[in-house]
């Protein structure tokens, strides 16, 4: 008798459960680590850019026309340190978050290994990504203290799949852009080796944070999917809007004002912010994630 009362919900699990142990053999087969893979000895050759220049958000302006090659490509490698030092700010909500979901479950559940395999890796991409920031020049770029406080509100409030989501719009975002500078030839070699390492092992985090989230949805009522996507939404915004600090523009040595004001009104990294969150706004949708509300603000964000 007892068996039958806990099979129905250990079966309900049973598709997440396969899901993490393909992970976690997936990871066993193909996982990094930079301390070895990445060329941290060679010094920074400035004939490089730190991202594709199309990624940039003075990319196409009239600003941009006017920088010199060498100020386009110290843009780029402070731009590049920014988004990398925002990743760092997001995965240590992100550890949190796993964390506390997954505090006195079951250690034997391989959604219980894989989770911590995910901390694993994000531990080493947050000390991949400082390194990596230090190596181009750059200072330690951090959200403004705002945002800082919400993320700290957010990482200790944020439950189920607004956790889930949210996790996967920050994955998401930095993925599109990464697949593209790992294969750009003018991006320094050892940016793209970094972007490879995030692109390959976060493909898996990728996949269990969309389980995840259906997985949490599975029995939420219209209520609860309005409250949370409308928290996902603003969660997105922020993370999105705090990629690129003013102080980039100053170690650049631009004029900051003007930059953040042609910057603010570039239409060509709106369109490739909103290309490159195309596969998350679809799945959001699918998932009942994309209600009116939440749509104003990711059109705010330039994601849709």
Same mark, same amino acid.
């Given at each position: ?86 990743? +760092?700010?997001?995965?240590? !909500?992100?550890?949190? /978050? @796993?964390? =506390?979901?997954? $505090?006195?479950?079951?250690?034997? #559940? ?123 939404? +603003?969660?997105?915004?922020? !993370?999105?809007?705090? /990629? @690129?600090? =003013?102080?980039? $523009?100053?170690?650049?040595?631009? #004029? ?49």
């Amino acid at each position: 008798m007892a068996s039958s009362t806990v099979q129905p919900a250990d079966q309900a699990r049973q598709p997440e459960r396969e899901a993490a142990r393909r992970l976690l053999e997936s990871s066993a087969k193909l996982s990094y680590d930079p301390a070895t893979e990445v060329d941290w000895d060679t010094p920074l050759d400035k004939d490089f850019h730190g991202m594709s220049p199309e990624w940039s958000t003075l990319y196409g302006t009239p600003y941009w026309q006017e920088l010199t090659e060498a100020q386009r490509k110290e843009l780029t490698r402070q731009e590049s340190a920014c988004v990398a030092s925002t990743g +760092i700010w997001f995965e240590m !909500i992100l550890q949190q /978050m @796993v964390l =506390r979901d997954m $505090y006195a479950k079951d250690p034997t #559940d391989p959604r219980f290994q894989w989770a911590l395999t995910e901390i694993a890796d994000e531990c080493r991409h947050s000390i991949m990504f400082g390194r990596g920031a230090a190596k181009l020049g750059a200072p330690a770029y951090r959200p403004g203290r705002f945002v800082r406080e919400l993320g700290r509100a957010f990482k200790t409030l944020a439950v189920g799949e607004a956790a889930y989501a949210s996790i996967l719009v920050a994955e998401e975002v930095l993925d599109v852009m990464q697949r593209d500078w790992m294969r750009d030839e003018r991006v320094v070699p050892f940016v793209r080796t970094i972007n490879n390492i995030h692109v390959v092992e976060e493909s898996r985090h990728m996949k269990f944070a969309r389980e995840e989230t259906r997985a949490r949805l599975r029995r939420a009522g219209k209520l609860r999917r309005r409250t949370q996507a409308l928290v996902v939404s +603003i969660a997105s915004y922020f !993370i999105v809007t705090s /990629m @690129v600090s =003013r102080e980039v $523009y100053e170690r650049a040595g631009l #004029d900051v004002e003007r930059a953040l004001a042609e910057a603010k009104a570039n239409e060509h990294y709106k369109s490739m912010m909103r290309s490159s969150c195309a596969g998350l706004m679809e799945f959001l949708s699918s998932a009942g994630l994309l209600t009116r509300p939440a749509v104003a603000v990711y059109r705010r964000a330039h994601l849709i």
